[in-house]
Nanobody, 123 residues
């Protein structure tokens, strides 16, 4: 069982940066693949970034590639999403999610979810 808690969201101007954190409970967190997803009002939840259990493999949606960086610290049981050059279209509720098998960009494949943290980017 894994419990996830996101933090770090807020209001920022376009071009600014935020760092989201996903803190996990559970001694086996280091064996889980973690993904970040986001959902804007009236839109479906979409994949943003993912990271393997070791942190050696990362993958991104095309819309954030080159601007966002996902990383993890398995000692602290935390996954981060560094978001730079933010745009108004990045405004959404951001969720982290975990799964015990291989990487996936489909939200249906993730077993554990946090409650989300809101990101708002003003123009």
């Amino acid at each position: 069982q894994v419990q996830l808690v996101e933090s770090g969201g807020g209001l920022v101007q376009a071009g600014g940066s935020l760092r989201l954190s996903c803190a996990a409970s559970g001694r086996t967190f280091s064996s889980y693949v973690v993904g970040w997803f986001r959902q804007a009002p009236g839109k479906e939840r979409e994949f943003v970034a993912g990271i393997s259990w070791s942190g050696s493999n990362t993958y991104y949606a095309d819309s954030v590639k080159g601007r966002f960086t996902i990383s993890r610290d398995n000692v602290k049981n935390t996954v981060y999403l560094q978001m730079n050059s933010l745009k108004p279209e990045d405004t959404a509720l951001y969720y982290c999610a975990a799964r015990s098998t291989g990487p996936s960009s489909s939200h249906d494949d993730y077993n554990y979810w946090g409650q989300g943290t809101q990101v708002a980017v003003s123009s």
